[in-house]
C-alpha cells in the first residue's frame, strides 16, 4: 500500500496541490485533475503518494477521501485520527453483529455464575463517562472481616474469538479518546448497552473476590465468573463529598440511591485503600504528581475554557482496588506456566536519571545515584530512592512541573509482554491489565486466559501468537496517545486564536537553539518564544552544556522552569502551533 498523508487542497494557477499536516514532509503534492474525487480549494482530504518525488518533480498523489473544510471541527478531528492510521466510524458489519447478540440472561448461565445481586454494589467514574467496566461491592462478613468484591465486565462473554468483532476490536486494540469525543474500541450496543454496569440491571462481570481484615490484609481470594446488579453509580465527584462527610449528593441523574449503607461501604473502602496505597509507596511504587488540564468545548466542539484535573482520595480508592486486582491475576496467571499477557515497565535510564541529576543540581536538588556499574538490585533501589526524594522535595515548589516532567521522561515506556520483567513505576513483580476489557484489548486477552487457564470454562479457543499481539496492542495504544495530544494541541491553538494580542504567565518548558518552549500556567497551552522575539536587539545563544539561552550584551540566562510572561502573537489551529513575544 502506498503512503496516505492528510492536509489541506490548494488550487493554484499552476494545478492542484495537498499541503500536508506531517510537519516532515517539507514539499506539497501534486495532484492531477483526474484525481481529486470531487475535492475543492480548502478541502481537508487523505491524499496517497503515487508517485515519489524526483529531482524534477514534487511528489504525485491522488485524493482517496474528502474529509471536509478545512478548519472544520469534524473534518478536522477526523484528520487527526487519518493522520495516525486510527478509525473514525465503525464498520457496518460488525454494527450487524454486536446487534444480533442476545441480550436476555439465561437461567443456565445464571447457574453457571455466583450470584452476587444481593451484595452491595456501585460504580464510581468521571461525570460524563458512559461505559462503565468496574464496579465495587462491599459487605461485612464477621468480626473485622470484610468481602470486597471488583467486578469487571464480562466482555469476552458476548465477543467470541473469530468473529467479525472480535477481529475489529483486535485491529483497534484501544478506544480513543480526542477533546470532543470517543472514539471507541467495541460498538455502542457492547459498550454501552450490553457490557456496561449500569444501576438496577442485571450484569454479566468476570470477578475478584477479596476477604480482607481492617488492615488491609488479603486473607484469600477468589476469581470466579459472576453475575451483578450495581445499586448506585456515582461520579468522583460525589464519591469525594461522601469521603469529606458533605452533604449526601444527589445521584438521581446517574440512577440508584445513596443511603447509609453507600456510606458506610465508599468511607471503609475509602480507608483501606489509602492503607494499600501507604503500602505501595513503601515498596518503592513512584508517583508523579503532575497538574492535568482538560479542554472544555461547546457542544460544537469549540474550545469555551480549561479545567483543572485534580486527583482525590475517590479516584485513589478505585486506583487501589483495581490495581490490587490486576496483580492478583497477574500472579496466579503466572502460577500457570503458560504465556501470559504482563503489563511490563522497565528500570529508568541510568544516563537519562544522571542528566536529570546535573539539570536539577541548577535548582538546588541533590540525587545522591548508585554508581554506573553498579546495574544490580541495590543500584536499581538506590535510584528509585533519589528519584522519590528528588520528587518529594520538588512537590509545592514553583519547578515542581518541570522537575516531574522531566522525571517521567527518564522512565520507559509501559508495554504489554509475555516476558515478565515486573512493573517498575508500581514496584509489582506481576502485573496486568485485566479490570477494563471495554476499552483495551489486552485486557480481553488476558479475560480469555483466566478463562482458559484459571476457570477451565468454554472460552478455551487459541490466540495465537501472543507477543505479537502484544506489540500490536502496544502500538496501538501510543498511536492513540498521540492523536489524543494533538487533538488538545489543535484546541490550544484554536482557543489562542482567540487571544491574540494578550499577554499570560508562563514556564519555560523546553530550550533550543532558536528559541524557548513556554507552557501557560493557567492552560498548559505550549507555545515557541522565538530568539527574535525576545525583546531589543540583543542576540541570545544557546548553550547545550547549561541548557538555556543566554543574552550575550547583559548575560542574562533563560532555562527550563523559569517564569515569564508573554504575549500571543500568532496562533495556527491547522498547523497546532502557538507563538509568543515576551512582554
Known amino acids: ?186 460498538p455502542e450496543r457492547l459498550c454501552n448497552d450490553l457490557c456496561s454496569l449500569r444501576p438496577n440491571e442485571d450484569k454479566l462481570t468476570m470477578s475478584v473476590i477479596f476477604s480482607m481484615d481492617t488492615n488491609a490484609k488479603v486473607l484469600k481470594h477468589k476469581i470466579c465468573r459472576t453475575i451483578i446488579r450495581s445499586d448506585v453509580r456515582l461520579d468522583y465527584e460525589q464519591a469525594q463529598a461522601v469521603i469529606d462527610d458533605q452533604p449526601t449528593p444527589d445521584v438521581s441523574v446517574h440512577g440508584g440511591i445513596i443511603g447509609s449503607d453507600v456510606v458506610l461501604a465508599i468511607k471503609e473502602l475509602n480507608r483501606l485503600a489509602a492503607i494499600l496505597r501507604k503500602e505501595r509507596f513503601r515498596h518503592g511504587a513512584i508517583e508523579f504528581e503532575r497538574e492535568e488540564v482538560k479542554v472544555l468545548v461547546d457542544d460544537k466542539g469549540r474550545p469555551t475554557g480549561f479545567q483543572l484535573q485534580e486527583s482525590t482520595p475517590s479516584h485513589h480508592l478505585i486506583e487501589e482496588f483495581m490495581l490490587l486486582a490486576n496483580r492478583t491475576i497477574a500472579m496466579q496467571l503466572s502460577g500457570t506456566n503458560k504465556d501470559v499477557v504482563y503489563r511490563v515497565h522497565d528500570v529508568p535510564d541510568p544516563d537519562k536519571v544522571e542528566a536529570l541529576s546535573k539539570f536539577v543540581h541548577k535548582f538546588g536538588y541533590s540525587m545522591r545515584l548508585p554508581k554506573k556499574d553498579q546495574k544490580n538490585e541495590n543500584g536499581t533501589r538506590a535510584a528509585t530512592k533519589a528519584i522519590k526524594s528528588l520528587l518529594s522535595d520538588s512537590t509545592g515548589t514553583p519547578e515542581q512541573e518541570l522537575i516531574h516532567t522531566l522525571a517521567i521522561r527518564t522512565m520507559p515506556k509501559a508495554v504489554y509482554s509475555t516476558h515478565n520483567i515486573g512493573h517498575y513505576g508500581l514496584a509489582f513483580p506481576y502485573y496486568t ?73 508562563g514556564i519555560v518548558s523546553g530550550v533550543t537553539e532558536y528559541g524557548a518552549y513556554v507552557q501557560l500556567i493557567d492552560s498548559h497551552c505550549e507555545g515557541l518564544l522565538h530568539v527574535r522575539e525576545m525583546g531589543g536587539e540583543d542576540y541570545w545563544s544557546y548553550s547545550e552544556d547549561e541548557y538555556c539561552l543566554i543574552n550575550e550584551n547583559t548575560g542574562e540566562k533563560l532555562t527550563l522552569g523559569d517564569r515569564i510572561r508573554v504575549e500571543v502573537i500568532r496562533a495556527d489551529a491547522l498547523q497546532r502551533r502557538i507563538d509568543f513575544r515576551r512582554v
Open 433 to 505: 491489565h485485566f479490570t477494563s476489557p471495554i476499552r483495551r484489548y489486552p485486557d480481553m486477552m488476558v479475560h480469555r486466559l483466566v478463562a482458559k487457564y484459571i476457570l477451565s470454562g468454554k472460552q478455551q479457543s487459541t490466540m495465537g501468537d501472543l507477543e505479537e499481539a502484544c506489540t500490536h496492542c502496544s502500538d496501538r495504544e501510543q498511536l492513540a496517545v498521540a492523536a489524543e495530544r494533538a487533538s488538545v494541541k489543535y484546541k490550544q491553538a484554536e482557543w489562542m486564536e482567540q487571544h491574540l494580542g494578550e499577554a499570560f504567565d
Open 1 to 186: 500500500m502506498h503512503e496516505r498523508l492528510v492536509g489541506t487542497l490548494i488550487l493554484t494557477r499552476y494545478g492542484a496541490e495537498v499541503l500536508t499536516d506531517n510537519k516532515q514532509s517539507s514539499e506539497n503534492i501534486a495532484v492531477a485533475p483526474r484525481y481529486l474525487r470531487g475535492a475543492t480549494d480548502g478541502d481537508k482530504v487523505i491524499v496517497e503518494i503515487i508517485h515519489p518525488a524526483t529531482r524534477k518533480n514534487p511528489p504525485m498523489g491522488k485524493i482517496v477521501e474528502v474529509l471536509g473544510r478545512a478548519g472544520d471541527n469534524e473534518a478536522e478531528m477526523h484528520a487527526i485520527l487519518a493522520e495516525f492510521g486510527l478509525p473514525y466510524d465503525y464498520p457496518q458489519a460488525a454494527i450487524a453483529e454486536a446487534g444480533e447478540i442476545d441480550s436476555d440472561i439465561s437461567t443456565q448461565e445464571i447457574y453457571r455464575r455466583r450470584d452476587m445481586r444481593d451484595a452491595l454494589t456501585f460504580t464510581i467514574d468521571p461525570f460524563d463517562a458512559k461505559d462503565f467496566d468496574d464496579a465495587l461491592s462491599f459487605r461485612q462478613t464477621g468480626d473485622g472481616e470484610y468481602e470486597i468484591g471488583v467486578h469487571i465486565a464480562d466482555v469476552t462473554h458476548y465477543v467470541q474469538t473469530g468473529t467479525l468483532l472480535d477481529e475489529e476490536a483486535y485491529n483497534r486494540a484501544t478506544s480513543v479518546y480526542l477533546v470532543d469525543r470517543t472514539i471507541p474500541m467495541l
